[in-house]
């Protein structure tokens, strides 16, 4: 079966680094997303990984190692904004169609 | 705003009921889809439409049929559900080419209780 696995819950202050692990046993792996989701509201698209390495966008970066089944997202230069439940998902290869599998997100907690 | 709409934002439906969610893509997009997010619990993928035509159906209770006229509109049709359907259920929209999955966009969700 499919199994992605992320912590429930980061606590950390404003302006620090907080980084985000996401690991992932799955079939057919072809990408893996990371988005946010403030409470109440539609997750949003923050970066996507089909590599090994790093992808920098501003103060995000996601990191992506395809042999070890491993990825995290890094949050730099913390916002009380960032306060958010972020998601990991991967997306997998059918015979017709890509889908995505959702982690259960872990809530980031940014703290004056 | 993401692009996608989705109405009502709020419902709450007795067992018997019969009710229907809608979602809207004014992204130009081909592919459309619902997922049920529960409390504490992963985003679940119920069905998946790709230019127009049903491509994935999670193994979900037939209470929940989907329907989509065209590319931009999907609906959700609901009947006789449970308590345990309670939950926020999200419609999402994406881009896709043959052989290219992009990222989703995804609707503010409709909050369900079924009581």
């Known amino acids: 079966g499919q199994n992605i696995d992320q912590p429930t819950e980061m606590t950390a202050t404003e302006g620090a680094i907080v980084q985000i692990n996401c690991t992932y046993q799955?079939?057919?792996?072809?990408?893996l997303f990371w988005y946010q989701q403030h409470a109440g509201e539609a997750p949003t698209f923050l970066s996507y990984?089909?590599?090994?390495g790093l992808e920098e966008k501003g103060r995000f970066s996601s990191f992506l190692s395809r042999s070890k089944g491993y990825s995290y997202l890094l949050l730099k230069e913390l916002q009380m904004k960032d306060s958010a439940s972020y998601l990991c998902a991967v997306r997998l290869l059918t015979d017709s169609w890509g889908k995505l599998q959702f982690g259960a997100g872990t809530q980031v907690v940014v703290t004056p | 705003e993401t692009g996608v709409t989705q109405t009502p934002r709020h419902l709450v439906m007795g067992m018997t009921n019969k009710k229907s969610l809608k979602c809207e893509q004014h992204?130009?997009?081909?592919?459309m889809y619902w997922y049920k997010q529960s409390a504490k619990k992963p985003l679940e993928l119920m069905f998946v439409y790709n230019f127009k035509e049903q491509t994935e159906n999670n193994s979900v209770p037939s209470r929940f049929s989907p329907e989509c006229p065209n590319s931009s509109h999907l609906f959700l049709h609901l009947h006789t559900l449970q308590p345990e359907d309670s939950a926020l259920y999200l419609c999402?929209?994406?881009?896709?080419?043959?052989?290219?999955?992009?990222?989703?966009?995804f609707g503010p969700g409709t909050r369900l209780t079924v009581t």
């Open positions: 999402a929209s994406s881009q896709d080419s043959e052989g290219v999955n992009y990222e989703q966009y």
């Open positions: 990984n089909v590599l090994d």
């Open positions: 992204l130009g997009h081909n592919a």
């Open positions: 799955t079939s057919g792996f072809n990408g």
